[in-house]
């Protein structure tokens, strides 16, 4: 029996989703959950790999299991033996043909800054944060540079593994909400550290440090010493997953998050 899991993380607490010796990822506090329920081991495969200090509120997950067992189990059962950082949402049972990586259409990822003078106490570890004001206007126009299908090279990380790096980027929306800016991207799929590299190209624009057309200017030439600096992790938000509407997943919508607008 394959069964998908929607879940949801607050990724300060841990190294990222990929299972560490350590012990120190959340896919190693969910499978260790999971077994408890299942009386077995179990093996997780997720729509999108996060790193450290990125957070989840629509990840994506599937695993095999021969032990029976009603939703409910997966859902509140599991989340009695998880922390509080981490949560199961819903659970279904899915055809053996569903892979929560490839059957996935476009991962959507929201990154919130904090434009202000002085940085915040309260939503330390939840968003990025630049002190000088930006210009939303251009940083749109640069943004716009980046839709369609491209050659991210300039947005990649060294240690990046995957095996090409062209990607469709479908949506890319820029926002104000009062002090914050909201970045919302939708993509095919996402190589390692693109949004955060993209991001921190996209404040050089804003403070004025560089011109919108330099965004182009760094997708030709694939340098990615040539863009800015990663920025911070804590900013980031896996924020929806997309597939067929064959597969019937649910689509559980955050009403308590402060920056909801838009989300999975």
């Known amino acids: 029996m394959r069964i998908a899991l929607g879940i949801e993380y607050e990724g300060s607490s841990y190294c990222g989703w990929q299972t560490q010796a350590s012990g ?27 790193d450290a200090g990125v957070h989840a509120l629509a990840q994506v ?48 990822y929201r990154y919130v800054l904090l434009n202000h003078a002085v940085r915040a106490a309260l939503d330390h570890g939840r968003v990025g944060w630049h002190h000088a004001p930006l210009d939303v206007e251009p940083m749109q126009a640069a943004g716009a540079l980046l839709i369609g299908e491209h050659d991210f090279s300039a ?19 820029i926002k104000r909400q009062g002090p914050y800016l909201v970045f919302d991207f939708c993509a095919n799929g996402f190589l390692h550290h693109m949004v955060r590299n993209i991001v921190g190209s996209l404040v050089y624009v804003g403070n004025g440090r560089r011109q ?13 010493r040539q863009a800015a600096p990663t920025f911070d992790a804590a900013g980031l ?28």
């Open 61 to 108: 997950v599937h695993f095999d299991c021969a032990a029976h067992r009603p939703e409910s189990a997966w859902v509140r059962g599991v989340n009695a033996l998880l922390p509080p950082s981490l949560a199961v949402i819903w659970a279904q049972c899915v055809a053996d043909g569903f892979n929560a990586r490839f059957s996935a259409q476009a991962r959507r």
């Open 237 to 264: 938000y896996l924020t929806g997953v997309d597939y067929d509407a064959a597969w019937n997943l649910p689509r559980a919508k955050r009403v308590s998050w402060p920056w909801n607008e838009g989300t999975a």
């Open 212 to 224: 919108a057309s330099w965004i182009a200017e760094l997708l030709a030439a694939r340098d990615r």
């Open 24 to 50: 120190c990822a959340v896919q190693d506090r969910l499978e260790a959950a999971l077994a408890r329920i299942a009386g077995t081991p179990v093996a997780t495969v997720c729509a999108g790999r996060t």
């Open 155 to 173: 947005f990649r990380a060294s240690e990046c593994q995957a095996k090409s790096p062209v990607r469709l980027l479908k949506e890319l929306r």
